[in-house]
C-alpha cells in the first residue's frame, strides 16, 4: 500500500505547534525588544527632561546672583566715589585747619582748598547719580553724613579757634541735625523736596565758611561777616519752613490714612 507513513503523519501536528510556539516565542522577544526600546528611549526622555528641568531651576538663581553681582559693582561708581573722597577729605581738613595752632596762613590756605575740594564735589555727585541713574542705597546714605560732616568739622574748628561765635556754630548745626531728623520722622507719610532756598543757603554757608578759613584782613573780613549773617537767616527761615512743610505734609498723610481705611469699612 502507498500511504503516508505513520511517524510523518503524527510529526505534522507537533511541527505545526513547534512552529506555532517559535512564532509566539518570537513575537514575545520582540515585544520585549520593542518595551526595552521604549523604556530606554522614555527613561532618556524623562532623564532629559529632568536635566533640563535642573537646568531651568538653576537659572533663576543664576540670574539672581548675577543681578547682585552687578549691584555691588554699581556702588562703585563714580557719584559714591566723589562722595567717598568727601568723606576722606574731614580728617585732612581738620589736621590742615589746626596744624601749627591753627593761625598760619599757609596752613590755612591748605584746608580751604580741602573745604573748597570738598563743597565742589557736594554739587557734582548728586546730580550725576541723577542724570546718569548712578543712585545708590550707599549714596542716599553716604551723601548726607559727608555734607553735615564736613560744614560741622569746619565750623567747629573756627569757633574752637575762637574766629567764628559759637552760637553760629549751634544754629547752623542745630538746624542741620534737626531737619534731617525731622525728615526721617516724616518719611512715612512722604518727601519733603529740596527747596531753592535750601540750595541757596547751602551755597552762602559754603561761601562764608570759606572766607572764615582764609585769613582775611581789612574790607573781606568785614564782608565775610555778612555773608555768614546771611547764611544764618536763610539758614534759620529755611528751617522753618521745612517744619511748615513737614506739619502739612503730616497732616495730609493722617486724612489719607483715614479716609482709606474708612472707605475700606464701609
Known amino acids: 500500500m502507498t500511504g503516508v507513513p505513520a511517524s510523518?503523519?503524527?510529526?505534522?501536528?507537533?511541527?505545526?505547534?513547534?512552529?506555532?510556539?517559535?512564532?509566539?516565542?518570537?513575537?514575545?522577544?520582540?515585544?520585549k525588544a520593542g518595551g526595552s526600546k521604549a523604556g530606554g528611549a522614555g527613561g532618556s526622555?524623562?532623564?532629559?527632561?529632568?536635566?533640563?528641568?535642573?537646568?531651568?531651576?538653576?537659572?533663576?538663581?543664576?540670574?539672581?546672583?548675577?543681578?547682585?553681582?552687578?549691584?555691588?559693582?554699581?556702588?562703585?561708581?563714580?557719584a559714591n566715589l566723589l562722595t567717598m573722597l568727601r568723606l576722606v577729605l574731614v580728617p585732612a581738613f581738620v589736621a590742615l585747619m589746626l596744624a601749627d595752632g591753627g593761625y598760619d596762613p599757609a596752613w590755612r590756605s591748605l584746608a580751604?582748598?580741602?573745604?573748597?575740594?570738598?563743597?565742589?564735589?557736594?554739587?557734582?555727585?548728586?546730580?550725576?547719580?541723577?542724570?546718569?541713574?548712578?543712585?545708590?542705597?550707599?549714596?542716599?546714605?553716604?551723601?548726607?553724613?559727608?555734607?553735615?560732616?564736613?560744614?560741622?568739622?569746619?565750623?567747629?574748628?573756627?569757633?574752637?579757634l575762637d574766629d567764628l561765635p559759637w552760637w553760629v556754630t549751634i544754629v547752623i548745626l542745630g538746624r542741620e541735625l534737626g531737619i534731617t531728623l525731622l525728615r526721617f520722622i516724616v518719611i512715612r507719610y512722604g518727601v519733603i523736596p529740596a527747596s531753592r532756598g535750601g540750595k541757596l543757603k547751602t551755597l552762602t554757608q559754603g561761601v562764608a565758611v570759606g572766607m572764615y578759613i582764609l585769613a582775611l584782613t581789612g574790607w573781606l573780613?568785614?564782608?565775610?561777616?555778612?555773608?555768614?549773617?546771611?547764611?544764618?537767616?536763610?539758614?534759620?527761615?529755611?528751617?522753618?519752613?521745612?517744619?511748615?512743610?513737614?506739619?502739612?505734609?503730616?497732616?495730609?498723610?493722617?486724612?489719607?490714612?483715614?479716609?482709606?481705611?474708612?472707605?475700606?469699612?464701609?
Open 221 to 266: 573780613a568785614t564782608l565775610r561777616w555778612w555773608v555768614m549773617a546771611a547764611a544764618v537767616v536763610l539758614t534759620v527761615l529755611t528751617g522753618l519752613d521745612y517744619v511748615r512743610q513737614a506739619i502739612v505734609l503730616r497732616r495730609q498723610g493722617i486724612a489719607e490714612r483715614k479716609a482709606a481705611l474708612e472707605e475700606t469699612e464701609a
Open 8 to 31: 510523518a503523519a503524527g510529526g505534522s501536528p507537533a511541527g505545526a505547534a513547534g512552529k506555532a510556539s517559535a512564532v509566539g516565542s518570537s513575537k514575545a522577544g520582540s515585544s
Open 45 to 78: 526622555k524623562a532623564s532629559d527632561a529632568e536635566t533640563g528641568g535642573q537646568g531651568g531651576a538653576k537659572s533663576p538663581r543664576g540670574g539672581k546672583i548675577a543681578a547682585a553681582a552687578v549691584n555691588q559693582a554699581s556702588v562703585w561708581n563714580i
Open 112 to 160: 580751604w582748598a580741602a573745604f573748597a575740594i570738598a563743597m565742589i564735589t557736594d554739587l557734582f555727585d548728586g546730580h550725576l547719580a541723577r542724570t546718569y541713574d548712578l543712585v545708590t542705597d550707599f549714596g542716599k546714605i553716604a551723601d548726607p553724613i559727608a555734607d553735615k560732616a564736613i560744614m560741622g568739622a569746619a565750623l567747629i574748628c573756627l569757633s574752637a
